[in-house]
Nanobody, 128 residues
Framework: QVQLAQSGGGSVQSGGSLTLSCQVSGSTPRPHCMGWFRQAPGKEREGVAM???????NYLDSVKGRFTISRDNAENTLLLQMNSLKPEDPTMYYC??????????????????????WGQGTQVTISS
């Protein structure tokens, strides 16, 4: 069984940067799809960034050019580098994994996954 432990949230001013980490432990499935999701109060959770086993990525349009998803294989950690943060970027971020290749639509990774395991969530507060 795989466990995901998040860290790296916090408070930052608008325009600032944060890096979220998701430590993967236990039996990491092969292949797998990993992603970052976020949820604002009163809103549905949305996919922010996805990373497939082959290194392919995809991002929510509103974060393209600002966020980068990556994996540190040595540390078995999923990362989300967030730059140019905006007050409208929602607050709770979650990492997740599913034991399959990421779903694709017309060759592009879907941001709607059927994730099986989730991190505990990390709060990001952005002040204007």
């Amino acid at each position: 069984q795989v466990q995901l432990a998040q860290s790296g949230g916090g408070s930052v001013q608008s325009g600032g940067s944060l890096t979220l980490s998701c430590q993967v432990s236990g039996s990491t499935p092969r292949p797998h799809c990993m992603g970052w999701f976020r949820q604002a109060p009163g809103k549905e959770r949305e996919g922010v960034a996805m990373l497939d086993s082959d290194g392919t990525t995809n991002y929510l349009d509103s974060v393209k050019g600002r966020f980068t998803i990556s994996r540190d294989n040595a540390e078995n950690t999923l990362l989300l580098q967030m730059n140019s943060l905006k007050p409208e970027d929602p607050t709770m971020y979650y990492c997740a994994i599913e034991p399959y290749r990421c779903k694709r639509v017309n060759g592009i990774l879907s941001l709607v996954g059927t994730m099986t395991d989730w991190g505990q969530g990390t709060q990001v507060t952005i002040s204007s």
